[in-house]
C-alpha cells in the first residue's frame, strides 16, 4: 500500500523557517517525480514545488515561493523534504506531498499525504 | 502561464441527477488535463486523469471529456458521497502546474 505521511508543520513567525518532511513507503521512491502542494484556508490547491527522480533535481518551483523554498529528496530513507525561509502569512496553508502515477514524470497525483498545517502568524 | 476557469463555482443537485462541470485553459493545453474531487478536510483525489480516462477504481458515473482549450467533467447518476469540491488541473506547459479554482456540489 502506498503511504505518504509529511510532518514538520507548526506556527512560525514571520520571517521565520520550518523544514517539511514526507516519508514514503510501498512503492519504488527512487523512480518517481515527487511534489509539494499547498492549500491556503478555503481556498484551491496550489502546486509548490517538484524534484526529479535523482537526488539532486532537476528541481522547480513556483514564483511565489522561488528563491525561499527549497526542495530535495533523500532516496535512501524514501523521503522527500521542502526547506521554508522567510516565511510569509501567505504562506498559511496545508502542505501535502503528493506522487507522480506514472515513473516518467506526468504530474497527475494519484497519492497524496494527509497534509500538514504551516501557520505563518506573530 | 496558464490559467484554468472553472464553471460553476457551485452547484445544488438531487441524487440521481447528471452534473457537469466546465474547465476552460487559457491555451491549448491538448489533452494534458486532470480532475480531482476534494472532500473536507482530505486530500484531493485523482479521478480522471489525461482528460477523459478513469482512475483505478474511481466509479464508472465519472467521466471527462475534451482537449485543447475546453473540458467537460460529468457525474451521471449525482450519489450522496459525491458531494464534495472538484478541480482541474493542468500539467502542459509547466511549470507551473496549475488548478482550477473549483466546483462545490452539494445536494439540493
Known sequence: EVQ????????VQPGGSLRLS??????TFNNYVMSWVRQAPGKGPQWVSFIGRSGGGPTFYADPVKGRFTISRDNSKNTVYL???????EDTAVYYCAK???DFGDYTYDHWGQGTLVTVSS | DIQMTQFPSSLSAVVGDRVTITCQASQDISNYLNWYQQKPGKAPKLLIYDA???????????SGSGSGTKFSFTISNLQPEDIATYYCQQYDNLPPITFGPGTKVDLK
Open chain 2, 52 to 62: 477523459s480516462k478513469l482512475e483505478t477504481g474511481v466509479p464508472s458515473r465519472f
Open chain 1, 22 to 27: 514526507c516519508a514514503t513507503s510501498g512503492f
Open chain 1, 4 to 11: 505518504l505521511v509529511e510532518s514538520g508543520g507548526g506556527l
Open chain 1, 83 to 89: 526547506q521554508m525561509k522567510s516565511l510569509r502569512a
Open chain 1, 100 to 102: 507522480d502515477r506514472d
